[in-house]
């Protein structure tokens, strides 16, 4: 079956420092993935994507990549803000019939000033 | 940009008693939504698919007459929680997929988080 792990948090990090959210898949076919950002009291918003093998995916300086031999799609980005302060979800789709989002449990990071 | 609302953002409720969440689709029209649970430390999962005018779909596991799911604008979704109990205390969040116009994709309502006491 399709399934998303992703590391458990929270993360806290002082500000300026480097991230890395890890998330591994397992998956049938040829999944796009995500990463999804959820501010507190907001819904969730998407911040990156990649829909094939070796694509990256970027915004807001947060970047991934579309790993297939590893089955991986870890979150990085280089000096976080005390801004980025969020609830980070990683998840699949797979198209066919029913486009379904399959989510990994989120993490929670904390940025310090 | 695509903005879905969703009320309440809490709620605290009796064991016994329903509970009713919308999901409203404020600047686009969303002929699909779904609906999805999160269990404290779990992913968040999908609990059905609801397409506008017709009945929902639902994943394997979920009670349909627990959790009762109405769609009957192209802007609104509600999801009642029927005779709740403990056991369905979650964060219940939905989204909403454009039908039309230049914005695509899927957008999210902020969430309620369900306590039955």
């Known amino acids: 079956g399709n399934s998303v792990t992703q590391m458990e948090g929270p993360v806290t990090l002082s500000e300026e420092a480097f991230l890395t959210i890890n998330c591994t898949y397992t998956?049938?076919?040829?999944?796009?993935l995500f990463w999804y950002v959820q501010y507190p009291g907001e819904g969730l918003q998407l911040l990156l994507k990649?829909?094939?093998?070796?694509d990256k995916g970027s915004n807001k300086g947060f970047e991934a990549t579309y790993r297939k031999e590893t089955t991986s799609f870890h979150l990085e980005k280089g000096s976080v803000q005390v801004s980025d302060s969020a609830v980070y979800f990683c998840?699949?789709?797979?198209?066919?019939?029913?486009?379904?989002?399959?989510f990994g449990t989120g993490t929670r990071l904390k940025v310090l000033a | 940009g695509a903005v879905v609302s969703q009320h309440p953002s809490w709620v605290i409720c009796k064991s016994g008693t329903s509970v009713k969440i919308e999901c409203r689709s404020l600047?686009?029209?969303?002929?699909?939504m779904f609906w999805y649970r999160q269990f404290p430390k779990q992913s968040l999962m999908l609990m059905a698919t609801?397409?506008?005018?017709?009945?929902?779909?639902?994943e394997q596991g979920v009670e349909k007459d627990k959790f009762l799911i109405n769609h009957a604008s192209l802007t609104l979704s509600t999801l009642t929680v029927t005779s709740a109990h403990p056991e369905d205390s979650s964060f219940y969040i939905c989204?909403?997929?454009?039908?039309?116009?230049?914005?695509?994709?899927?957008?999210f309502g902020s969430g309620t988080r369900l306590t039955v006491v």
């Open positions: 609801s397409n506008e005018g017709s009945k929902a779909t639902y």
């Open positions: 989204s909403a997929k454009t039908s039309t116009g230049p914005v695509k994709g899927y957008t």
């Open positions: 990649a829909t094939k093998a070796d």
């Open positions: 998840a699949l789709s797979v198209m066919g019939g029913t486009y379904k989002y399959i």
């Open positions: 998956a049938t076919g040829y999944p796009s």
């Open positions: 600047d686009f029209q969303a002929t699909t």
